[in-house]
């Protein structure tokens, strides 16, 4: 369905007074905002992306802690930094810290640099993130837009532009810096002003009768809210069959690294995407021939582009070609993806020990 647009240019700069009192009053209290030095900031928006604000508080806690510093992060064991980062999911944007924290050390002294082109250079920092950093942490006038920006500003303009348009963030960004106050405090708070509006009052249900900026809202003025943000189509998921493996043997549960495909490079529980084939010949193609199966489950975990619809066995056997772990060892040491800690479910203690 066509969208309305409204096409009078709209002066982001009229929100800017309304938007930073109503944030100074009605601001959360939130672990980052407290010290936001450039690092703190760079690792809660990166927390952020996909996860809740209420999910992060307690790993971001647990992050600083174990990695106070770049230093520390550029230093850390990949094992160590992935159990940080369990059940927080895509897990390349912590990778992708590690990665710009080595660089941060090697080229700029542990320092960030404040010029956002320079950030944008950094793996895993992007125009947003670029923006949050520049503007949170050093006071420059630089947007930082994500999904709540798009949606609050979409609607104060009514922009029917769809929101995966580069053209259209590139815009917003230009728009938004250019209502920004020079340097300082106000910078940062009107990034975040931004950002809280859009969490707490402008979310998808909008809850108008609270907003500050209803006297500059085209939106709400011709009662077109919900027709904003325009987002893109969604694209059908690919549906996968897959088998997961809890192989059990005398020594403890077998975990290998994911070679390819979705979350290559991360631990796994030994699996197999079927095209019809036995959970039998899989394990006969790992030279597993004798083995017991206690029990099995079935469930569906979503990726952004595939859905797995999981079966998961439990099997014991003498011998397998994979490295293994206690229980113990497993829950402390070793990182899974939620999709194959999900597995963990069918095993009892009592069975376990047999
Ligand atoms: S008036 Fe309503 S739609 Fe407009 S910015 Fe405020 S909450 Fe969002």
């Keep these: 369905m066509k969208k309305k647009q409204n096409t009078e240019k709209f002066e982001f700069q009229r929100i800017l007074a309304p938007l930073l009192s109503w944030y100074r009053a009605n601001k959360r209290r939130l672990p ?81 640099p404040r010029d956002p082109r320079e950030l944008r250079s950094l793996p895993g920092i992007g125009s947003y993130t670029a923006g949050a950093i520049a503007s949170i942490a050093f006071g420059l006038p630089v947007a930082a837009v994500d999904g709540n920006v798009f949606r609050v500003a979409s609607r104060l303009e009514e922009n029917g532009s769809v929101i995966s348009d580069p053209a259209y963030r590139r815009y917003l960004e230009e ?126 975990h979503i990726f952004t582009h595939i859905r797995w619809n999981i079966t998961c066995i439990w099997v014991r056997t003498d011998s397998a070609p994979f490295d293994t772990y206690g229980l113990d060892e497993l829950a402390e040491s070793v990182s899974l993806p939620t999709a194959f800690k999900q597995c963990l479910g069918i095993l009892d203690r009592t069975d376990c020990a047999r």
């Design 32 to 112: 980052w905002r407290e010290n936001p030095t450039p690092y703190r900031v760079w690792v809660s928006e990166i927390m952020l992306q996909q996860t809740r604000v209420e999910a992060v508080k307690e790993y971001y806690r647990r992050f600083l802690e174990a990695l106070p510093n770049v230093e520390a992060l550029a230093e850390c064991e990949e094992e160590k930094l992935l159990k940080l980062w369990e059940g927080l999911g895509y897990y390349s944007r912590v990778r992708n810290m590690q990665k710009a924290a080595k660089l941060l050390v090697t080229t700029y002294g542990g320092e960030f």
């Design 175 to 300: 728009s938004l810096s250019a209502a920004y106050p020079e340097s300082g405090k106000d910078c940062a708070d009107f990034t975040q002003s931004l950002f809280e509006l859009g969490a707490l009052i402008c979310k998808p249900n909008p809850d108008c009768g609270a907003c500050p900026l209803t006297g500059l809202c085209r939106a709400y003025q011709s009662g077109t809210q919900r027709a904003f943000p325009v987002l893109p189509e969604k694209k059908a998921k690919r549906v996968e069959d897959v088998f997961v493996f809890l192989l059990q043997t005398p020594s403890g549960f077998c975990i290998r690294r994911r070679e390819s495909g979705v979350l290559k490079g991360m631990n796994e529980f030994p699996s197999h995407v079927s095209f019809g084939e036995s959970p039998e010949s899989v394990l006969a193609a790992w030279g597993i021939t004798e083995f017991e199966e206690v029990r099995r489950k079935e469930y569906t």
